[in-house]
Every structure is written in C-alpha cells, then in structure tokens.
C-alpha cells in the first residue's frame, strides 16, 4: 500500500497473496506470517485445482492436442475459467507477493496444479512467487522456468519454517511491529 505524505509516496505495508489447499492451511499458514511480519497485509486464499491430487499435481493425464482447423473442423473455444482460478488472477494483481504451499514440489506440480496456476496469475504483474514445498523434488532451473522466484523446503511442519521465509521476503520495516518514521505524521 502507499500513502501519500508531503508530495512524497512511501510504502505502507506489503501484501502477501497466500495460497492453500484448504481453510485451516490457509489460515495458519497467514496467522504464521503476520506474527513473523506484522507490518505485512496477508490474505489467505484456498485454491483447490480440478484433478490435482495431494501434492497439487494433477491426477489426470495431459490432454492432447488436436489442430482441429488443420482438419477442416470448426475451432472450439476454450473452457470457461473457474471462478476460483479468476478470484486468483484478481487477487494476484493486487499483491506485492504470492506465497504458495504445496505438499510436493516436482515437475508435474509447476505445469498443472496450484503452483502453476498461482505462477500464471502473478506473472502478468511481475509479482514474484514463493513455494512453500513439504517437499521438493525439482530443480531450480525447472522452478525458474515455471516463473517461481523462490523455493523453501518446509517438511511436515511449514508453521515452523514460515518465520524465517517470512524474514527472507518481507523489507525489514514491515518485520518490525513498532512504529518507525514511516507511522509518523510529517509536520
């Protein structure tokens, strides 16, 4: 957020976009971050893709491509975007953020599935992405590909860990609950 003091524009607060599988992750997940960054605005978000498993890969097969016009047939529109991958578009383009968690991190996970998804919708607004993985079983290069800006492997306990990812991405002013000169009124 910025506000306006004298002619001059300064940052207020950053807002972190959380992304969870469910409520309670969601929740404890951005509960966890606010107490590490109190100065930060955190919004959880539950997104479920279609057909993704627990990892968030998907537990179907790919689709195939078919060049319908190339047969003489009449092209198809796509699919109608869920509603849950729109409120995350929406949301995406408003944060300063976007932190994901996911059980798995592997290649099936960064081209189908919430990481993806979550990649996709920050990516037209350079807002960087941060996968919070219990596990990760991909390479750098792969998640760099993908447009994932960074990677911590949480294990079991991603409450545990969330503090020091905090600390990582989020400035030094907004980690510190008191109020510096940024909170000052300018006289």
Known sequence: MLSQRGGCATITSVHVLLVAGSEPDARALADAWRAAAPRCVVEPLVLVTPGA???GA??????VFVPTTALGLS??????VPPEVAR?????????????HTAVLDAGALHDGTVAEA???AEPHAVP??????????????????GVSGVHEVG????????????TW??????????????????
Do not use: Y
């Open 75 to 80: 092209s198809v529109s796509p699919p109608a």
């Open 58 to 63: 998907p537990t179907h097969p790919a689709g």
């Open 119 to 121: 990649a996709r919708a």
């Open 170 to 187: 989020a400035p030094a002013w907004a980690r510190d609950a008191t109020p510096g000169p940024r909170d000052r009124p300018m006289v």
């Open 88 to 100: 995350l578009r929406e949301r995406a383009a408003a944060a300063d953020l976007v932190v994901v």
């Open 53 to 55: 498993g627990a990892s």
């Open 129 to 146: 992405v941060v996968v919070l993985a219990g596990r990760d079983e991909s390479t750098r290069r792969e998640w760099s590909a993908a």
């Open 156 to 167: 079991d306990e991603p409450l545990e860990a969330l503090p020091r990812v905090a600390r």
